[in-house]
């Protein structure tokens, strides 16, 4: 690409639309990079870098990496406890956020700098050790991520240089986007979606169009940020798009320069994801699947016309260089269609483990079942997939959402399906709720759009009763305005059954 074609378009919706060229970029890249190595850091020392998506943070993570060290991407928005047990864990030698950055009071030994188009400007210095290395490999971690950690404390996912850039170069084989797009990219940067996007917009020489998720919320200011950037790709959750097709649907119709949707995190409700191909016939909608642990590791066209008995979407069959796996319950590599089983996933772009836990990592990274003797890892995605007749894979939940109730095992997923099909239903999520009398019973939410027919809970309960087992049909249903989400945009499963607890 052209130094001078835009790398990363900035807009806060207020009309002031600031654009960061290539040559911009790579300038600014270069100040980070010898400020960081004036600093003495050694090399593999990690770095927390604690911003949104900006030109600016986008410089500083390439600068992390040219300058040999890991960087830990934090949101502003992370509570004070949680930031400093991640610092107590990964020993940082340095915090960097942006020059008006509101985070202060952190814990001794760890350096702070602030940072701005000018360069890094160190506030506490570093603690420089002799460090005993001298080059850096592409086996050294570029970033680490802690997940939310479904179960128990966050763990730090470290994927390394050479993980990184072997799933960026099979994703750019895809040609999603040209040097002439602008990728939309709403997640957080602690998200590992918004390390996928710049690596979409600049691994294609495009440029980035970095949302706040607080934009995001607004649909009018998501959709003009949008038009104003000139954005020809978005890239999200599920759940920014609920807002804008319930409230803004010619809006999200206007967008005439849209071409692409890219799409990961969770199963896309499909009364939205119709809604969406009905105001966006032209848009190529892409579902990609993955773990932190490997970045992701597939992509899949939405078919278009979207057939109207489609019960499930496929998740492809992983991206060349990658390989798919079923495996059943004693473990044996599963081929015959239509039959369940966990998805293994063999890749390149595998992480190296989690921080400082190596019983985590020897349960998710375990020997290739097909032939242990090798010595070859693949990774457990905890994912139940079963593969059509067109073998592609069909993704049906996580293995921890089979929850039991009165002694039958449910899949929440196929809750939600049912759910999703009542006349106006356009999302819906099926949680445990723990019950004094029975233990454990089933709660359904739903949000139906305005227009929606005479909704109600009896309503919801008969409809789901009409085809599935009495087990099956959530005991409690509310329809609700909205669904909660995580700070990556998920649907918040833990905020709807302590919601149901307090409301008792
Ligand atoms: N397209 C999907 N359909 C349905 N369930 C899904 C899907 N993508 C993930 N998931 C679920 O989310 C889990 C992974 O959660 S995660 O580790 O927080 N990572 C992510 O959610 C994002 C992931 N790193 C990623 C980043 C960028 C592009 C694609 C994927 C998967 O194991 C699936 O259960």
Redesign the pocket.
């Known amino acids: 690409m052209t130094p001078d074609r835009p790398a990363v378009v900035e807009s806060a919706g207020i009309g002031r639309v600031r654009v960061t060229s290539y040559r911009d970029l790579r300038l600014l890249v270069d100040t980070y990079t010898s400020h960081l190595r004036d600093l003495g850091i050694g090399i593999g020392e990690r770095i927390i870098l604690e911003a949104d998506v900006t030109a600016q943070s986008i410089a500083m993570l390439l600068a992390c990496s040219a300058a040999g060290l890991t960087f830990i991407p934090v949101s502003p928005e992370t509570p004070a406890q949680r930031l400093h047990s991640m610092i107590s864990t990964a020993r940082p030698a340095l915090h960097v956020q942006p020059t008006d950055g509101k985070r202060d009071a952190l814990p001794g030994g760890v350096g702070t700098a602030r940072f701005d188009t000018a360069g890094i400007t160190v506030v506490e210095r570093p603690p420089t050790g002799r460090s005993l290395r001298r080059e850096a490999c592409v086996t050294d971690p570029a970033y680490m991520i802690f ?2 950690g479904t179960t128990g404390r966050p763990k730090g996912v470290v994927m390394s240089h050479r993980a990184v850039v072997s799933f960026y170069r099979a994703m750019l084989e895809y040609r999603i986007v040209t040097p002439r797009d602008r990728v939309a990219s709403t997640s957080p940067l602690q ?3 918004s390390l ?1 996007n710049i690596g979409l917009a600049l691994g294609s020489g495009a440029a980035v169009v970095p949302v706040a998720q607080q934009l995001v919320r607004w649909p009018r200011n998501f959709l003009r940020v949008l038009r104003e950037t000139g954005a020809t790709q978005v890239n999200g959750v599920p759940s920014i798009w609920q807002q804008a097709l319930r409230y803004e649907p010619e809006k999200v119709a206007a967008l005439d320069g849209l071409r692409g949707i890219l ?5 896309f409700p499909l009364p939205e994801l119709r809604r969406i191909r009905e105001l966006l016939p032209q848009v190529r909608i892409i ?7 490997s ?2 590791c597939s992509f899949a066209d939405v078919p278009d016309p979207l057939p109207d008995d489609l019960e499930r ?1 496929s ?1 492809g069959s992983g991206h060349r260089g990658a390989e798919l796996l079923l495996v059943n319950e004693a473990g044996h590599v599963i081929d015959e269609p239509g039959v369940p089983g966990e998805l293994y996933l063999r890749s390149p772009a595998l992480f190296s483990g989690y921080w400082d836990d190596p019983a985590a990592t020897r349960a998710a990274l375990v020997p290739d079942p097909l032939c242990p003797q090798s010595g070859q890892l693949v990774l457990r ?3 139940v997939a079963y593969r059509g007749h067109d073998g592609e894979l069909y ?1 049906c939940g ?1 293995s921890d959402s089979q929850v039991q109730i009165n002694g039958n095992r449910v899949e929440l997923g196929e809750v939600e399906r049912r759910l999703l099909e009542f006349p106006g239903a356009t999302a819906a999520a099926a949680v445990p709720l723990p019950h004094a009398a029975s233990g454990t019973v089933l709660g359904g939410f739903v949000v139906v759009s305005n227009d929606a027919p005479a909704a109600d809970a009896a309503s919801l309960r008969e409809f789901c009763a009409d085809r599935l087992p009495s087990y099956m049909v959530p005991r409690e249903i509310r329809l609700v305005e909205t669904l909660p989400t995580t700070t ?1 945009g ?1 649907v918040d499963r833990a905020a709807l059954i302590s919601s149901a607890a307090t409301a008792g």
């Open positions: 997940t939310s998200f590992d979606f996928l799409f990961c995190g969770e199963e579902n990609c699947y993955g773990a932190t642990e970045m992701a979407l998740i995605t905890g994912d993704f996580r990556n998920k």
